[in-house]
């Protein structure tokens, strides 16, 4: 254990500028909007243009977390990016985001824990940070889900979207009162088979696309959050109460709210975007994050839960002073 602390310094969102709505889906699907919104309260999503890569998506939002710090690319000493749509097999993202930013130095690599990715990487850039292996980091959440949809199943390509975002996160001088306070991650691969790609580079030589046991993943999602989000209210020993906002994985609006219920939470604290986001996976929590804190909801000083849960399963959950 060390008594030095990491904080988020900023964060930043870019997303596609091509939004498709539920009734344009309708469209190629057999779906409609009355049933997607009301099993998942998603109105539409964003989908990257031709060409557009998840580097593309994830420089873009790393420098506008750097634009709202004031930093430069010469101030980061790490980049991770938590993805599931990598550009390529190899080499990381990390590494194209690198060059997209202009970066030679540091270490950049990719972090896989689908749509807990961003959850872990700041838990992984906090560890890093706190173990002297450099002062700032920028945590990117980056995906183009629809690259692995299969547009045909109508049981999962309404759920997601395409997006972007970064976090600055940056060692903290002695005496500085925010911070990263604690954070619980879990991983259960007895679960891989609820949702997964059915398809990969060492099983398939291909790309596969996403499958989901969709009652499964909803029946374990409420159980698994709440109880990262106790443990670390328990080690910090603050209570639901305390919390200015909550921060979730944008999922699904009955998953948010199941888990918001029985942690008897405030409902006027729980930050959402799936209505305008959809799922972007590994993007969804700072793509979040960054909505609230550009609207002023979440301020200096505010003490703010980020949880997420997905394919392996995976969860985690972070409790944040900003
Ligand atoms: N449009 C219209 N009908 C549909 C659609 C659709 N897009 N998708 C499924 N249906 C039909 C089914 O075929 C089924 O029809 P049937 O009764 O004639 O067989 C009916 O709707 C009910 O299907 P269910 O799968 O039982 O519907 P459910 O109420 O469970 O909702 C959903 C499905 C929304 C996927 C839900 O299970 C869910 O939210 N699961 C969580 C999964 C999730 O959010 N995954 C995201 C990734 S994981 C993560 O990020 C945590």
């Not at 270490?107 to 992984?124: E, K, M, N, P, R």
């Amino acid at each position: 254990m060390t008594d030095k602390r990491t904080f988020i310094r900023s964060v930043g969102a870019y997303l596609p500028a091509r939004v498709v709505s539920n009734e344009e889906l309708a469209k190629t699907v057999d779906t409609s909007d009355e049933w997607i919104q009301q099993r998942t309260g998603i109105r539409q999503r964003h989908v990257a243009a031709e060409g557009e890569l998840t580097s593309d998506l994830g420089a873009a939002a790393a420098k506008r977390a750097m634009d709202n710090a004031g930093i430069e690319i010469a101030d980061i000493d790490l980049v991770i990016c938590a993805t599931t749509t990598p550009d390529l097999t190899f080499p990381a993202t990390a590494a194209v985001i690198q060059q997209k930013l202009g970066m030679h130095h540091g270490a950049a690599f990719d972090l896989q824990a689908v749509c807990s990715g961003f959850v872990y990487g700041v838990a992984t850039a906090d560890s890093f940070l706190k173990n002297g292996l450099g002062t700032r980091a920028l945590v990117i959440g980056a995906e183009t889900t629809s690259r692995i949809l299969d547009w045909n199943d109508r049981t999962t390509c309404v759920l997601f979207g395409d997006g972007a975002g970064a976090a600055v996160i940056e060692l903290a001088k002695p005496g500085e009162d925010r911070g990263i306070l604690a954070t619980a991650l879990r991983a259960d691969g007895h679960f891989w088979n609820k949702l997964y790609t059915d398809g990969g580079p060492s099983s398939t030589q291909s790309l596969g696309h996403v499958r989901m046991e969709g009652r499964e993943v909803f029946r374990h999602a409420v159980g698994m959050i709440t109880d990262v989000v106790d443990k670390v209210l328990a080690e910090s020993g603050y209570t639901i109460a305390d919390l200015d906002w909550f921060v979730p994985h944008q999922a699904n609006r009955r998953i948010i709210d199941g888990a918001g219920d029985k942690l008897g939470l405030d409902p006027a604290k729980v930050v959402v975007t799936v209505d305008r986001h959809a799922n972007t996976s590994a993007a969804s929590v700072p793509l979040a994050l960054s909505a609230a804190v550009a609207d002023g909801r979440i301020k200096r000083g505010d003490l703010v839960m980020i949880e997420a849960m997905g394919g392996g399963f995976t969860w985690g959950a972070s409790l944040i002073r900003w």
